[in-house]
């Protein structure tokens, strides 16, 4: 199968989010156990074991990152956001969520407006803090 590009699962465990959204999705995971697992699964799985503060692509490769309730499981959660910048192309989606109790919003607003990105909440759900983004 051919696609136009690739999207970018930060944490994304066993790759769930292929299976929901039926659309071949490069699952990044620290946990050995997790890409394994999705190895095993039904669908087609692109798994890549790694540490977001670390995350091994070249600068400007990926056109979107969806990182869900993840971000904040980070070791250094600055140095991974400053990865993904790092990363995503230029006109690129960017899509977290995390949980504001674990990294205050504050931080990320001022790490946003520091990097001069515009942003946008779109809802706070329960615990976590979303936030959508096209890169300029």
Do not use: C
């Not at 692509?57 to 969806?66: A, D, Q």
């Not at 991974?80 to 919003?105: A, V």
């Not at 001022?110 to 615990?127: L, S, Y």
């Amino acid at each position: 199968a051919t696609f136009p590009e690739w999207v970018l699962d930060l944490g994304g465990g066993t790759g769930l989010l292929s299976q929901w959204l039926k659309y071949p999705v490069l699952t990044m995971d620290i946990s050995n156990g997790m890409i394994r697992k999705g190895r095993t699964g039904k669908i087609k799985f692109f798994g890549v074991l790694a540490d977001m503060n670390h995350i091994p692509f070249r600068n400007n490769s990926i056109t979107t990152i969806l990182s869900f309730t993840a971000l904040q499981n980070s070791s250094d959660m600055i140095q991974s956001l400053n990865e993904i910048l790092r990363i995503i192309r230029s006109k690129g989606k960017l899509f977290l969520t995390f949980l504001e109790k674990k990294f205050p919003k504050d931080t990320f607003y001022n790490w946003m407006k520091e990097k001069n990105i515009d942003f946008q909440i779109t809802q706070k759900v329960v615990e976590d803090i979303v936030f959508v983004t096209q890169m300029s």
